[in-house]
């Protein structure tokens, strides 16, 4: 014989309202500028002792008021010195695959670390303290839209061809204990961290798939970057980002 419960009731009834707020998650929408955004690209690795200058240069980009609209960097860390001692738990071997892509694509002379791409062009102007000039050209106007784990964007340009939209969850504020190889006994703070990156194809310049783990990433302070490109290239033509609040 089963008895009425109020109480398991207004369980029920509560997980119900609650059950369409948790499945739909959070929206947000991300437009370019009217100029062309420039994106800024560090590899990087915690096992390189050269690199916390150059993590710590990109950190600073947080509050830059550029940032989104005229700046999108990224920390692509890279598994390739994962060997001399300390592995790098943000490191991937696709990182390492698209620094190598670069050289291959005659962006960069070569692979090493720490490494910066401009706009698909190879940057040593941090190494003399230079400043970082963006260019003044315009292009057409690359929205995103995320909700939950969906995203869907337009590039608006006029003449229709196949182009790449490429997204990248970004982690902040992580830091990691470094116990040995090249920084043993230092304390690594990280931004812009490429924690996750994919890549549609499209004909008319419009996309939409998931990406779970812009939901699922434990990381607590999180952005996502998006830029367009040619299928046969890794220069981007637009980009445009944001930050994922909590």
Known sequence: MSFFNPTRLVLLLSLAL????????????????????T???????????SCPPAD???SRLKRDPRLWKQ???????????????????????????????HQQQGNIRSVYTPGFVVDGKEWRGWFRQGALTLPETGTAALKVNIN????????????REPLVLNVALLGFDLSNQVSSGENSGRRLQHDFV????????????????????IVE??????????????PDSLKPIQATGGWLTN
């Open 56 to 58: 710590a240069w990109l």
């Open 39 to 49: 994106t800024i690209e560090l590899f990087t690795s915690e096992g390189c002792s």
């Open 217 to 230: 990433s434990p990381v607590a302070t999180k952005g996502l970057a998006a830029w367009v490109s040619h």
């Open 148 to 159: 939950g784990s969906e995203i869907s964007a337009d590039y608006a340009a006029k003449a």
């Open 194 to 213: 490429v924690l996750q990156q994919k890549a549609m194809l499209s004909g008319n310049g419009s996309w939409q798939f998931e990406l779970p783990a």
């Open 18 to 37: 609650l059950l369409p707020t948790v499945q739909a998650g959070k929206s947000y929408e991300f437009t370019s500028g009217k100029g062309r955004a």
């Open 71 to 101: 700046i999108v960097p990224m920390a692509f860390h890279v598994d390739y010195w994962d060997y001399i001692g300390w592995s790098d738990r943000f490191a991937s071997p696709a990182n390492s695959a698209r620094q190598k892509t």
